[in-house]
């Protein structure tokens, strides 16, 4: 039975053995008042978890049978250079809204909003697709570091960067680019959503390399900022919808195939802010959930809550908007779960009068890319202009960059006195564990149980050699010089033992180098596909 005392039967069997209700997606997320909303996993799990796919994250309790270790959640440093792209070139300082207009000043943009940014492997560079413009058109800049970017002219529209012409016809606002290496058809390699404030509908185009576009096709009634994004654990696409159910909220709609999902005729109720989260102590308005966008990054769904906290009015520097970014973390692709201990913002504008960032933050699409050892977060801040008027709080918009150890989100800590973690029953597939840990201080030890938890001779805490580095990839081995091959597909458990350390992240892997098998968000610098394979590594 489900949380309302409804009779459910087994369906859909996932990749980490949870097992969706037949009856999906969920119809009741609209049913819990002002409470956080229900993570159904994280009361009843699977018997056995499979962590054959991609790192396992400690970003809730789903892999922990007992700790005292403690968890930690972590934010990223803004990167000290931002904003790393800035309105510049004349579709950029927003003359199309006086042209057409729609109102009678400029809105200086370039940021994502919410655009993408995808690493292209053929080419190796770093692609960041961004509105020129607020009202404008999306435009495409590349990178080979990610920190200095090209505006390339494109032939889409002739002496621009721009991938779509302007349309007289059009009011266009939000946009979401996704990279789809998994379609058989390479002209659909790119999809892309736009909303039009014009006719309130959204519109899906396809394209074989990102700048030649197919004709748009036409979505169902939505509201701004909706956006797309592809589940591949299921293959699903999902429309994220926004809605009015709560306050700006979310519908969910998934179908296998986006245009032919164009027409979602039957959404659901699915996510909105909560009684958890602050609000602005001067505006004091009730929070409520702007955007919402997700990405597969190695064992979960990555979510990005964008969590609007009303307009700052300011008679003397003009008014804003504030917008701050948070993530939610999903194993099942529907459900996602926020941390009710920890509820500061990953992402915070300013709110300094001058600053780029002021206000209104946004994310992409792709939410980050994977560089070496980091996590690259770009996204869109608001400076506004002055005094002139409300729109003037959706002017001057830059990109900025974010930075985050790879996995970093979450870790288990211990301090001098030795801690542990075991975690529930599990299986794999593979031969060698791989941690991410920081460890210089200390050390960190691992054990093999079998899934009672009693320690199985030759892989235990006594055989282990001490991990004593920092290091996002390194591997756990035991002084018998035995791999874990014979213990593949068993359940079993592994118990970690810590002192002065942080442990962000566990796998086992089929490869000596520790490739994952897991979802890489946007890319990895260096390395081929969005998945983390031994193939995927490029060659010089």
């Given at each position: 039975m489900d949380r309302q005392g409804r009779e459910t039967s087994a369906g859909e069997r996932l990749y980490n053995g949870i097992v969706l209700p037949q009856s999906w997606p969920p119809e009741d997320m609209g049913s819990y008042g002002e409470a956080p909303q229900p993570v159904p996993y994280l009361d009843k799990g699977p018997d056995v978890i499979d962590i054959s796919v991609g790192r396992?994250?400690?970003?809730?309790?789903?892999?922990?049978?007992?700790?005292?270790?403690?968890?930690?959640?972590?934010?990223?440093?803004?990167?000290?250079?931002?904003?790393?792209?800035?309105?510049?070139?004349?579709?950029?300082?927003?003359?199309?809204?006086?042209?057409l207009k729609i109102i009678d000043i400029p809105l200086p943009t370039a940021a994502p909003f919410h655009g993408g940014v995808w690493y292209d492997a053929k080419e190796r560079l770093l692609k960041l697709w961004y509105k020129a413009g607020f009202f404008g058109s999306v435009a495409l800049a590349v990178s080979k570091d990610g920190l200095n970017w090209e505006r390339r002219e494109l032939d889409?529209?002739?002496?621009?960067?721009?991938?779509l012409p302007l349309r007289t016809d059009w009011q266009q606002d939000s946009n979401a680019v996704v990279y789809d290496p998994y379609t058989g058809d390479e002209t659909q390699r790119y999809k892309m959503?736009?909303?039009?404030?014009?006719?309130?509908?959204?519109?899906?185009?396809?394209?074989?390399?990102?700048?030649?576009?197919?004709?748009?096709?036409?979505?169902?009634?939505?509201?701004?900022?909706?956006?797309?994004?592809?589940?591949p654990f299921?293959?699903?696409?999902?429309?994220?919808?926004?809605?009015?159910?709560?306050?700006?909220?979310?519908?969910?709609?998934?179908?296998?195939?986006?245009?032919?999902?164009?027409?979602?005729?039957?959404?659901?109720?699915?996510?909105?802010?909560?009684?958890?989260?602050?609000?602005?102590?001067?505006?004091?308005?009730?929070p409520e959930l702007y955007n919402f966008n997700a990405v597969a990054y190695e064992s979960i769904l990555l979510g990005t809550y964008n969590i609007y906290l009303g307009i700052h009015e300011d008679a003397q520097a003009g008014d804003v908007k504030y917008n701050d970014i948070h993530l939610g973390y999903s194993r099942d692709g529907f459900h996602f779960y926020r941390p009710s201990e920890d509820r500061t913002p990953f992402l915070r504008a300013s709110r300094t009068v001058g600053d780029w960032e002021r206000g209104y933050l946004h994310d992409n699409a792709a939410i980050c890319v994977v560089n070496g050892d980091e996590l690259w977060f770009y996204y869109a801040g608001f400076q506004g202009n002055g005094k002139q008027g409300w729109f003037d709080m959706h002017s001057y918009a830059s990109t900025g960059l974010a930075i985050l150890r790879r996995d970093g989100f979450a870790s288990m800590n211990a301090g001098a006195e030795e801690k542990a973690l075991t975690t529930k029953a599990l299986?794999?597939?593979?031969?060698?564990?791989?941690?991410?840990?920081?460890?210089?201080?200390?050390?960190?030890?691992?054990?093999?149980?079998?899934?009672e938890g009693r320690p199985i001779e030759g892989f235990g805490l006594e055989d282990c050699i001490p991990v004593a580095e920092d290091s996002t990839k390194v591997q756990v081995a035991w002084r018998g010089g035995k791999d874990l091959s014979a213990f593949a597909g068993r359940p079993v458990r592994f118990r970690f033992a810590m002192q002065n350390g942080r442990l962000y992240a566990f796998w086992v892997s089929g490869d000596e180098k520790g490739a994952s098998g897991g979802y890489l968000a946007g890319g990895s610098v260096g390395q081929d596909g969005l998945v983390d394979t031994p193939q995927s590594y490029l060659r010089d």
């Amino acid at each position: 039975m489900d949380r309302q005392g409804r009779e459910t039967s087994a369906g859909e069997r996932l990749y980490n053995g949870i097992v969706l209700p037949q009856s999906w997606p969920p119809e009741d997320m609209g049913s819990y008042g002002e409470a956080p909303q229900p993570v159904p996993y994280l009361d009843k799990g699977p018997d056995v978890i499979d962590i054959s796919v991609g790192r396992q994250l400690f970003v809730d309790d789903f892999l922990i049978a007992q700790t005292d270790m403690e968890r930690e959640y972590h934010r990223p440093r803004k990167y000290e250079g931002n904003p790393v792209l800035t309105p510049e070139v004349p579709t950029e300082l927003g003359q199309r809204e006086v042209e057409l207009k729609i109102i009678d000043i400029p809105l200086p943009t370039a940021a994502p909003f919410h655009g993408g940014v995808w690493y292209d492997a053929k080419e190796r560079l770093l692609k960041l697709w961004y509105k020129a413009g607020f009202f404008g058109s999306v435009a495409l800049a590349v990178s080979k570091d990610g920190l200095n970017w090209e505006r390339r002219e494109l032939d889409a529209v002739p002496g621009t960067n721009l991938v779509l012409p302007l349309r007289t016809d059009w009011q266009q606002d939000s946009n979401a680019v996704v990279y789809d290496p998994y379609t058989g058809d390479e002209t659909q390699r790119y999809k892309m959503f736009i909303y039009n404030n014009v006719d309130h509908s959204g519109y899906v185009f396809t394209s074989p390399d990102g700048v030649h576009w197919s004709d748009a096709v036409k979505t169902g009634l939505v509201g701004d900022c909706s956006t797309i994004f592809y589940n591949p654990f299921r293959k699903k696409w999902v429309y994220s919808i926004r809605a009015d159910w709560h306050e700006r909220s979310r519908n969910y709609s998934e179908c296998d195939d986006l245009i032919d999902g164009a027409g979602f005729s039957d959404p659901v109720k699915w996510l909105r802010a909560d009684e958890l989260d602050a609000r602005d102590p001067e505006i004091q308005m009730k929070p409520e959930l702007y955007n919402f966008n997700a990405v597969a990054y190695e064992s979960i769904l990555l979510g990005t809550y964008n969590i609007y906290l009303g307009i700052h009015e300011d008679a003397q520097a003009g008014d804003v908007k504030y917008n701050d970014i948070h993530l939610g973390y999903s194993r099942d692709g529907f459900h996602f779960y926020r941390p009710s201990e920890d509820r500061t913002p990953f992402l915070r504008a300013s709110r300094t009068v001058g600053d780029w960032e002021r206000g209104y933050l946004h994310d992409n699409a792709a939410i980050c890319v994977v560089n070496g050892d980091e996590l690259w977060f770009y996204y869109a801040g608001f400076q506004g202009n002055g005094k002139q008027g409300w729109f003037d709080m959706h002017s001057y918009a830059s990109t900025g960059l974010a930075i985050l150890r790879r996995d970093g989100f979450a870790s288990m800590n211990a301090g001098a006195e030795e801690k542990a973690l075991t975690t529930k029953a599990l299986t794999f597939q593979g031969k060698y564990l791989f941690v991410n840990a920081e460890a210089a201080g200390g050390e960190l030890k691992a054990e093999l149980l079998d899934e009672e938890g009693r320690p199985i001779e030759g892989f235990g805490l006594e055989d282990c050699i001490p991990v004593a580095e920092d290091s996002t990839k390194v591997q756990v081995a035991w002084r018998g010089g035995k791999d874990l091959s014979a213990f593949a597909g068993r359940p079993v458990r592994f118990r970690f033992a810590m002192q002065n350390g942080r442990l962000y992240a566990f796998w086992v892997s089929g490869d000596e180098k520790g490739a994952s098998g897991g979802y890489l968000a946007g890319g990895s610098v260096g390395q081929d596909g969005l998945v983390d394979t031994p193939q995927s590594y490029l060659r010089d």
